[in-house]
């Protein structure tokens, strides 16, 4: 039985995070099937991420990381940025900079070939959800590289999430991106309240009818 377990990232996790990175970095001459990565990154760079993000998440299997993704919010993004920590994706990260607060950008995800087809993109887009919502976060941004080659498996993968892609631009290096946007649904808390509300009615109902048939049980006694 398989059991994946999706948490945040810690300092310990940085030599496998290297190592799955450096794995599926692109193949420009036969770009792979299962997803690829474009800007690998140095160990200092995952390191500070590490550290800097809560939106960080691995996947570990019998205690070996087969997985991460890597995200941040929009004040994490711009401390990047000022600290010309996103050169590499200049336009990119600029054009998502500049959209409207607050929102988180996914910059990487990679999972090793062999576990691609787990299941494992959708455990961790759940995870994400679910921090994004409890910091009352509903916009997510993502990059996808088209030129010189389209990353089809992050396509197909975002598409299906619900991702609507947003525009295009091209870096500084001549790759093209198109930049995709998901907007998770706020909760309604008037909706939360009302169904608050019809529970605790249909308790008050029960109680009456259970004290109603205690008192014609006491009765009957008399």
Same mark, same amino acid.
């Given at each position: 039985?398989?059991?994946?377990?999706?948490?945040?990232?810690?300092?310990?996790?940085?030599?496998?995070?290297?190592?799955?990175?450096?794995?599926?970095?692109?193949?420009?001459?036969?770009?792979?099937?299962?997803?690829?990565?474009?800007?690998?990154?140095?160990?200092?760079?995952?390191?500070?991420?590490?550290?800097?993000?809560?939106?960080?998440?691995?996947? %570990?299997?019998?205690?070996?990381?087969? &997985? $991460?993704? +890597?995200?941040?919010?929009?004040? /994490?993004?711009? =401390?990047?940025?000022?600290?010309?920590?996103?050169?590499?994706?200049?336009?990119?990260?600029?054009?998502?900079?500049?959209?409207?607060?607050?929102?988180?950008?996914?910059?990487?995800?990679?999972?090793?070939?062999?576990?691609?087809?787990?299941?494992?993109?959708?455990?961790?887009?759940?995870?994400?959800?679910?921090?994004?919502?409890?910091?009352?976060?509903?916009?997510?941004?993502?990059?996808?590289?088209?030129?010189?080659?389209?990353?089809?498996?992050? %396509?197909?993968?975002?598409?299906?999430? &619900? $991702?609507? +892609?947003?525009?295009?631009?091209? /870096?500084?290096? =001549?790759?093209?991106?198109?930049?995709?946007?998901?907007?998770?649904?706020?909760?309604?808390?008037?909706?939360?309240?009302?169904?608050?509300?019809?529970?605790?009615?249909?308790?008050?109902?029960?109680?009456?009818?259970?004290?109603?048939?205690?008192?014609?049980?006491?009765?009957?006694?008399?």
């Amino acid at each position: 039985m398989i059991n994946i377990i999706i948490r945040q990232a810690k300092p310990k996790d940085l030599n496998q995070i290297c190592e799955i990175a450096n794995q599926i970095k692109i193949n420009y001459n036969n770009p792979q099937k299962t997803g690829f990565l474009v800007y690998v990154l140095t160990p200092q760079e995952y390191r500070l991420r590490i550290k800097l993000s809560d939106f960080f998440y691995v996947a %570990e299997e019998n205690n070996q990381i087969i &997985g $991460f993704l +890597m995200c941040y919010d929009n004040k /994490n993004l711009q =401390k990047l940025l000022k600290n010309g920590k996103l050169n590499h994706e200049d336009q990119l990260v600029k054009t998502i900079a500049s959209k409207k607060e607050p929102y988180v950008f996914g910059d990487q995800i990679a999972i090793i070939p062999n576990k691609a087809q787990l299941g494992i993109g959708k455990l961790f887009m759940k995870n994400l959800f679910k921090d994004m919502k409890t910091e009352n976060i509903n916009s997510l941004y993502v990059g996808i590289l088209h030129k010189p080659a389209l990353n089809t498996a992050s %396509e197909r993968f975002c598409e299906k999430q &619900g $991702f609507i +892609m947003q525009e295009k631009i091209t /870096n500084s290096d =001549k790759h093209t991106w198109g930049i995709y946007k998901l907007e998770l649904r706020p909760l309604n808390k008037t909706k939360i309240t009302n169904s608050l509300e019809c529970m605790l009615a249909s308790e008050e109902v029960l109680a009456e009818n259970w004290l109603s048939k205690e008192d014609e049980k006491a009765w009957k006694e008399l």
